[in-house]
C-alpha cells in the first residue's frame, strides 16, 4: 500500500484508524514525493524537533519509492487523460498514482480525486 501525505499525517497524529487499514498490509511504501511534502510542512512546524524524531521512527518502517523513467512514462500517461478529461489533479498526486500504477499498489488517502485516475484503488480511513 502506498501512503499518501495525509495518511502520513495521519500516523503522525496517533489517529488508530489510520494504522488499522494500514495493517491488512505487509509493507507500506512512502512516495520519495510524499517524503518532500511532508518534510516541508515539517520545517514550518512548531513542532518540529519532535515530528522529525517520529518522522525518524516512521521511516525505518517503510519502504521509500523512488521515481524511475518508467514511474515518469506512467506520470505522462495519467497527467494526459485527466487533462483530456478535463479532471486534472495536483501534480504531486499524479505522481504518486504514477508510483501505485507502476507497483500495482492501492494509495491510502483522504483525497477523493485519487478516484479520477482509470485503474487506481484508493483506501480510506
Known amino acids: 500500500m502506498i501512503l499518501d501525505t495525509n495518511a502520513v499525517s495521519a500516523f503522525g ?30 520545517i514550518g512546524s512548531t513542532r518540529r524537533v519532535e515530528t522529525e524524531r517520529w518522522l525518524e521512527y516512521f521511516l525505518d518502517g517503510v519502504e521509500v519509492l523512488d521515481i524511475r523513467r518508467s514511474t515518469a512514462i506512467k506520470f505522462a500517461k495519467i497527467r494526459r487523460a485527466l487533462k483530456d ?41
Open 13 to 42: 497524529f496517533g489517529e488508530s484508524s489510520v494504522a488499522k487499514v494500514a495493517a491488512r498490509h505487509t509493507t507500506l511504501y512512502l512516495p520519495a514525493v510524499v517524503l518532500g511534502e511532508y518534510w516541508f510542512g515539517l
Open 85 to 125: 478529461a478535463g479532471t486534472p489533479i495536483p501534480i504531486n498526486d499524479v505522481w504518486v498514482a504514477a508510483l501505485a500504477s507502476e507497483h500495482w499498489l492501492p494509495v491510502l488517502s483522504r483525497d477523493a480525486h485519487f478516484d479520477l485516475v482509470k485503474g487506481l484503488r484508493r483506501v480510506s480511513w
